[in-house]
Antibody, heavy 119, light 110 residues
Framework: EVQLVESGGGLEQPGGSLRLSCAIS????????MSWVRQAPGKGLEWISY????????YYADSVKGRFTISRDNARNSVSLQMNSLRAEDTAVYYC????????????WGRGTTVTVSS | QSALTQPASVSGSPGLSITISCTGT?????????VSWYQQRPGTAPKLMIY???NRPSGVSNRFSGSKSGNTASLTISGLQAEDEADYYC??????????FGGGTKLTVL
């Protein structure tokens, strides 16, 4: 069964850091690009970052550029999101999602992990 | 990276049809046939309903269909059922090699 399981969320103070992880199983991880998408409470979805299958190509939304870093470990079947200089507006459920090879959509999503930034 | 524009809410009676619009620009919706649609029920992860404007993944009801004209994409749900009540989001690939979502539309089945 294809599964994406996020972890690492929690409560952090403004200016602090958190590292999210997404564990993958049930498919050949190294063949797929991966994205992180977040959803603030009561708000819509926001795409925030993408990493290619090899890790050589990375993109960020302007809202997180310079503060968040995406990475992946194909040997451990995991993708991570290092979040620094956290702000209250980063409070959200964070989802990892799989990109279909050679297509431009995300077909499988994890259940999400909740990040709360508050003093 | 402005969000795509969707109506905040739509409603329809069981058995009838509704259409949700998604308006972007020539740098996203209008520039590529890479529009996808997601259904999200409360407390759950988004579920892919349509990809590449009008294609349905395996397992998605043929009551769901997608189309595009210019900078506006549309999702149509025919034969509305109570289980269709959810939030719906459009998504497009962009000329910046990023993705952008619409603001979401809450579908109420009357």
């Amino acid at each position: 069964e294809v599964q994406l399981v996020e972890s690492g969320g929690g409560l952090e103070q403004p200016g602090g850091s958190l590292r999210l992880s997404c564990a993958i199983s049930g498919f050949i991880f190294s063949s797929h690009g991966m994205s992180w998408v977040r959803q603030a409470p009561g708000k819509g979805l926001e795409w925030i970052s993408y990493i290619s299958p090899s890790g050589s190509t990375i993109y960020y939304a302007d809202s997180v550029k310079g503060r968040f870093t995406i990475s992946r470990d194909n040997a451990r079947n995991s993708v991570s999101l290092q979040m620094n200089s956290l702000r209250a507006e980063d409070t959200a459920v964070y989802y990892c999602a799989r990109r279909v090879p050679y297509y431009n959509y995300m077909d499988v999503w994890g259940r999400g992990t909740t990040v709360t930034v508050s003093s | 990276q402005s969000a795509l524009t969707q109506p905040a809410s739509v409603s329809g009676s069981p058995g009838l049809s509704i259409t949700i619009s998604c308006t972007g620009t020539s740098s996203d919706v209008g520039g590529y046939n890479y529009v996808s649609w997601y259904q999200q029920r409360p407390g759950t992860a988004p579920k892919l309903m349509i990809y590449d404007v009008s294609n349905r993944p395996s397992g998605v009801s043929n009551r769901f269909s997608g189309s595009k004209s210019g900078n506006t994409a549309s999702l149509t749900i025919s034969g509305l059922q109570a289980e269709d009540e959810a939030d719906y989001y459009c998504n497009s690939f962009t000329s910046s090699n990023t993705w952008v979502f619409g603001g979401g539309t809450k579908l109420t089945v009357l």
